[in-house]
């Protein structure tokens, strides 16, 4: 289904037979996985003895120059279909002769360390070193280590990191790269000790390349922890050690002040910055806008918006998102309609979060589908949580029909559900009562190796819930 959806998009393509031929073996044939390290690949289990159907149409597809764009495009949209981005990636390798590039690799790996297949990424790293198009870059260690964080695996993350002198990339790129993998997934007790830790760099062996860089990872790290009075403590000790704060640090901890409840001090360090003559930047100002909005009322922000080009910084995309929010917290619809409007005019393109924004405030489905069409034949992808927002929103209201209508867009924009879609689906399914319905996208859902939540009506509650219910 989801190359077939690429097959419609690309109706004009030297490689339409292509995808149509992917559509139609991938969807009748079972595959096989052989060891890796041998180099062999995924083939399909015919259903007929002594045939291959794969083979058939090899005369014509042999003759398309695959485009690496659109083998990454496609796994893409395989992100949360493992076996079939495997399955792909090793196809188009073994039975069109695409030879992957570092990029493919990476977003393989990428997809594979999602569902904890480390053991199979790393196969792939072994492949990369045998050639010089595909060879392991900082981006490979990068992705390593946002999955393995993202996991709980510091110990593997760190073990990576010590590998990566293999490939010649033990620098400090991939060192950055580590510290803000951790610090992002919330592991910054481990970073702030690897970083600043009496004996943790003795054990690890790691070279330490301590700059303000790697302190604002800290410092944002704890924002993501919400744990404010380490931040603050964090802030002083940047001082105590003498690390000379920029912009960025600044932006942080402005962002701090207004996510833990004190808007007003971000304000008022704001204020000191153009005091002291530091000239911020959009990113500054896009965190200043939403605390003042917050602190000081909408009408403070729009103000700073259009204050902002008088002191030579102009607006960004997430600049206009910001204001379109807080316009839309106060109810001010219209408000924020007319600066959406303003965009295009002033040659912005609204992005994804530009929609997600005004759909959080719309309260009628036809209004919000409208917007939704729109919003595509304008070009703007929905990603995956913009689809499950929009499901969870009919599905508060007790419209089972719009969440099939988003979910069948979803389909044939050939994205891969995840767990939070399915849930999504599966819970409005449940409210009206088609609990048959309901199992069967549950089963499918668990097939795909996503994590399925443990319901009574489905009978996959768990033992020990029951038995604390009886």
């Known amino acids: 289904m989801l190359l077939t959806s690429i097959s419609r998009r690309l109706q004009h393509s030297p490689i339409q037979n292509l995808f149509t031929f992917l559509s139609?073996?991938?969807?009748?044939?079972?595959?096989?996985?052989?060891?890796?390290n041998q180099d062999q690949v995924?083939?399909?289990?015919?259903?007929?003895?002594?045939?291959?159907?794969?083979?058939?149409?090899?005369?014509?597809?042999?003759?398309?120059?695959?485009?690496?764009?659109?083998?990454?495009?496609?796994?893409?949209?395989?992100?949360?279909?493992?076996?079939?981005?495997?399955?792909?990636?090793?196809?188009?390798?073994?039975d069109s002769g695409f030879q992957h590039r570092t990029d493919g690799y990476n977003r393989m790996i990428d997809i594979l360390?999602?569902?904890?297949?480390?053991?199979?990424?790393?196969?792939?790293?072994d492949q990369m070193r045998r050639n010089e198009h595909s060879f392991p870059n900082h981006t490979t260690f990068r992705v390593l280590f946002k999955r393995y964080a993202s996991a709980h695996l510091v110990q593997e993350a760190?073990?990576?990191?010590?590998?990566?002198?293999?490939?010649?990339?033990?620098?400090?790129?991939?060192?950055?790269?580590?510290?803000?993998a951790l610090c992002e997934y919330k592991h910054v007790v481990e970073a702030e000790e690897i970083c600043l830790g009496k004996t943790a760099n003795?054990?690890?062996?790691?070279?330490?390349?301590?700059?303000?860089?790697?302190?604002?990872?800290?410092?944002?790290?704890?924002?993501k922890m919400k744990w404010w009075s380490k931040c603050s403590g964090f802030w002083e000790e940047m001082d105590e050690r003498g690390v000379e704060k920029d912009l960025f640090s600044y932006s942080i901890y402005?962002?701090?002040?207004?996510?833990?409840?004190?808007?007003?001090?971000?304000?008022?360090?704001?204020?000191?910055?153009k005091k002291k003559g530091i000239k911020l930047d959009v990113v500054a100002y896009n965190t200043v806008i939403h605390a003042i909005g917050?602190?000081?009322?909408?009408?403070?922000?729009?103000?700073?918006?259009?204050?902002?080009?008088?002191?030579g910084c102009q607006p960004t995309v997430e600049t206009f998102n910001a204001v379109i929010k807080l316009l839309c917290q106060n109810g001010r619809l219209r408000e924020a309609h007319k600066l959406f409007a303003?965009?295009?005019?002033?040659?912005?393109?609204?992005?994804?979060?530009?929609?997600?924004?005004?759909?959080?405030?719309?309260?009628?489905?036809?209004?919000?589908?409208?917007?939704?069409?729109?919003?595509?034949?304008?070009?703007?992808?929905?990603?995956?949580?913009?689809?499950?927002?929009?499901?969870?929103?009919?599905?508060?209201?007790?419209?089972?029909?719009?969440?099939?209508?988003?979910?069948?867009?979803?389909?044939?924009?050939?994205?891969?559900?995840?767990?939070?879609?399915?849930?999504?689906?599966?819970?409005?399914?449940?409210q009206k009562g088609l609990t048959d319905m309901a199992k069967k996208y549950d089963e499918e859902m668990m097939a795909k190796g996503l994590s399925a939540r443990p319901r009574v009506e489905l009978g996959t509650q768990l033992d020990s819930l029951k038995s604390i219910s009886t």
Not at 47 to 63: D, F, K, M, R, V
Request: charged residues 25%.
């Open 294 to 311: 917050q602190s000081e009322g909408v009408d403070f922000a729009v103000r700073i918006f259009h204050e902002m080009a008088d002191f």
């Open 42 to 94: 995924l083939e399909p289990k015919c259903s007929s003895p002594g045939t291959n159907p794969i083979q058939e149409p090899l005369a014509a597809i042999n003759s398309v120059d695959l485009d690496e764009n659109t083998v990454l495009e496609t796994l893409f949209l395989y992100t949360n279909d493992w076996q079939r981005a495997f399955e792909f990636f090793n196809w188009v390798r073994s």
């Open 202 to 223: 003795k054990e690890i062996d790691i070279e330490v390349y301590l700059n303000t860089k790697i302190y604002n990872m800290i410092l944002r790290g704890w924002l």
């Open 113 to 125: 360390g999602k569902f904890f297949e480390f053991d199979l990424a790393w196969d792939l790293i």
């Open 342 to 430: 303003e965009m295009s005019k002033r040659g912005y393109t609204p992005d994804v979060v530009t929609y997600q924004s005004v759909f959080a405030y719309l309260e009628k489905p036809r209004q919000i589908i409208k917007l939704f069409d729109e919003m595509i034949a304008r070009g703007v992808r929905p990603r995956l949580d913009t689809y499950v927002m929009l499901m969870r929103k009919f599905e508060r209201w007790g419209f089972l029909r719009p969440v099939f209508v988003v979910w069948e867009k979803m389909e044939q924009h050939g994205l891969s559900p995840d767990n939070h879609a399915y849930n999504a689906l599966i819970d409005a399914l449940l």
């Open 24 to 36: 139609r073996s991938f969807s009748s044939h079972t595959f096989s996985r052989r060891n890796l």
């Open 254 to 273: 402005m962002d701090i002040q207004c996510k833990c409840g004190k808007p007003w001090k971000a304000v008022r360090m704001y204020k000191e910055m």
């Open 158 to 180: 760190l073990m990576a990191y010590d590998k990566s002198k293999e490939f010649n990339l033990k620098d400090e790129i991939t060192f950055s790269h580590l510290i803000d």
